[in-house]
Structure formats: structure tokens, C-alpha cells
């Protein structure tokens, strides 16, 4: 018993450090890596990049888990996803997308169309009904912060947020549920939802 509790300890004591040492990690990861592109703590610096902070943790992970399995297979996935994810354990994913969903979520950018973004708002709160456009505001949540593996979009890039809608709807990042709902939209319609979610 008391040999079994020693060994207990010793365990305990030899995790603490490597626990604290893989907490640690992901920081460095993002500071080092991620944030040549993603902007200082995944905040965003270009609209080529989307922004990780606040996104949700469980999205993030499957994303990672599909640039690194070659599933998400846009252009952009391609070029620049794939080699930063390939080699990740799923450990390292969890811990950045865990990292990386516990920052603060920056507030999008004010629009100057301030018709376009009334128009984006009414697609995404109600859908277009007669062409099979879906209400977002569905999965998306009302405020469009998501849910576990459905993404947060507000606050976005408009640029990106465009898209990631069309590349769903041509079948290069493959994802069925957004396939399906993506199929009816049009280019002015997905630009018009793109500009209201990156104002939010
Ligand atoms: C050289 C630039 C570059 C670096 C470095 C980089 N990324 Fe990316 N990342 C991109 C691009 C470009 C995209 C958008 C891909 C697309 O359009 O499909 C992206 C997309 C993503 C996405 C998908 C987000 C979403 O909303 O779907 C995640 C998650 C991600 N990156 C995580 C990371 C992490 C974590 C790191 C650091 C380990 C990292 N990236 C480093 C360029 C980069
Ligand atoms: C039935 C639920 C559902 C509905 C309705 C829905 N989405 Fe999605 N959406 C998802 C899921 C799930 C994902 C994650 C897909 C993946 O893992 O690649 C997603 C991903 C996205 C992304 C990618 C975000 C990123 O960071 O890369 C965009 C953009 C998007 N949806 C826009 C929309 C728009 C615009 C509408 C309305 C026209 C809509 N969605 C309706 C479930 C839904």
C-alpha cells in the first residue's frame, strides 16, 4: 500500500511538469507560427487568413484534423494548411484549438454599405425561402457565435467568409451539411452575408 502510494506520488510529481510544459506549448506554437499568418493570438491580420481567437475549440479541431487528412482541399487549404497541419499529433491539435478557442474573439469592422449588410442580415435571419436558401441563423446560432463543430462566423473577414461559401458550394472543401447549404445561394447573396457577419 505504501509502495503503491510512493509510486503514486512520483507520478504525480513527473506529470506536473510535463502537464505544465504541453500548457504551455500551444502559446508558443501560435506566437512563433500561427500568428505569421493568423494575426497576434490568432486575432487576424489579413483578410487571406481567417481569425482563430473565439472560435469555437471543437471546429477548430476538426479543421486541423481535415488540412491534415487532405479532406479541406481548396486552393488556399492546399498552399498553406496542409504543410503547417500535416505533422501534427492529435494531441498538439487539441491543445491549439483549445488555446485558441479560449482567447477573446475580436469585433469585426464597421461597412460603408450599409444596404448590403441590411440585405446579409435578411438571408441570414430568414433565408430566400422560394429559391431553398436556408436560414443560417439555424445552425449559426442569432448571433452567429456558433456551436462545437459548427464555426463562429461573426466577426470574420468578409473576404474569407466569400469564400469558404463558394468553395462548399463547388465541392472543394468538402462538407456535406454545407454543401447542401450552400447549393441555392447565389455569388451577390453569399457577398451580401459575408459583409453583415464581418460587421458583427
Ligand atoms: C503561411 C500562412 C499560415 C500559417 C503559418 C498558418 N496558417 Fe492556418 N490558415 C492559413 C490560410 C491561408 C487559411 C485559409 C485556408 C482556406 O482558405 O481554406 C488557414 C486556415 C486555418 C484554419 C481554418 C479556420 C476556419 O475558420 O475554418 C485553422 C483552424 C488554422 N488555419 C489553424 C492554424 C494554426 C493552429 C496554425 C499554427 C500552428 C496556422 N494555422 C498557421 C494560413 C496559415
Ligand atoms: C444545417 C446547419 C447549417 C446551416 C443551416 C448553415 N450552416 Fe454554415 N456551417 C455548418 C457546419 C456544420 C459548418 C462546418 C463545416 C466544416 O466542418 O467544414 C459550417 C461552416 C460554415 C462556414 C465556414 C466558416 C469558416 O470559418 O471557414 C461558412 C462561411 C458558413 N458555414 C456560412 C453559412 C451561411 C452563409 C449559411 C446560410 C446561407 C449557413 N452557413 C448555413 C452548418 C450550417
Known sequence: MKCRLIALGLLVFLAAPAAMAAEKRPVETVKTVCSK??????????ELFPRLAGQQAAYLERQLKAFRGRDRGDTHARSYMWGVAGAMSDAAIHGLATYLGSRPAPKGEPSADSALVARGKEIFEKGVAERGVPICAECHGAAATGMEEIPRLAGQYRDYLYRQIREFR???RRNDVMH?????????????????????
Not at 37 to 46: E, T
Not at 180 to 200: F, G, M, N
Open 37 to 46: 499568418c493568423h494575426g497576434p493570438d490568432g486575432r487576424g491580420v489579413s
Open 180 to 200: 447542401d447549404q450552400t447549393k441555392a445561394i447565389s455569388d451577390e447573396e453569399a457577398l451580401a452575408v459575408a459583409e453583415y457577419l464581418s460587421t458583427l
Open 170 to 172: 463547388g465541392l472543394l
